[in-house]
């Protein structure tokens, strides 16, 4: 059984680096022929897409925040890591990494086959 988990900082500073990562249990990043997701809820707003790594390597962002966006990964272990830099206030969201076995760009959940349990990022001084 497939698990995501993202780990990160609860609280960045304004104008700093938000890195977050996502660590895959139960299959591989590589190999499952995946694309791996990170997503993010505002707080009262709906789920926003930021960008996706697939499994051959190549990533793909959102148009909104390509020149903030880094989706990267460690092979050896089994993670993908999402930066933003340069972070404000409305970057304050639960940040969420999911699955997918197909390469899309959507915001509904039943679309994706696996998700993390979410991690709460909060931008403040």
């Known amino acids: 059984q497939v698990q995501l988990r993202e780990s990160g900082p609860g609280l960045v500073k304004p104008s700093q680096t938000l890195t977050l990562t996502c660590t895959v249990s139960g299959g591989s990043i590589t190999t499952d022929y995946r694309f791996w997701a990170w997503l993010r809820q505002p707080p009262g707003k709906g789920l926003e897409w930021i960008g996706y790594i697939a499994y051959s390597g190549s990533t793909y962002y959102s148009p909104s925040l390509r020149s903030r966006t880094s989706i990267s990964r460690e092979k050896s272990k089994n993670q993908f890591t999402l930066q933003l830099t340069s972070v404000t206030p409305e970057d304050t969201a639960v940040y969420y990494c999911?699955?997918?076995?197909?390469?899309?760009?959507?915001?509904?959940?039943?679309?994706?086959?696996?998700w993390g349990q979410g991690t709460q990022v909060t931008v403040s001084s």
């Open positions: 999911a699955g997918a076995a197909r390469a899309i760009i959507s915001t509904t959940r039943s679309e994706y086959d696996y």
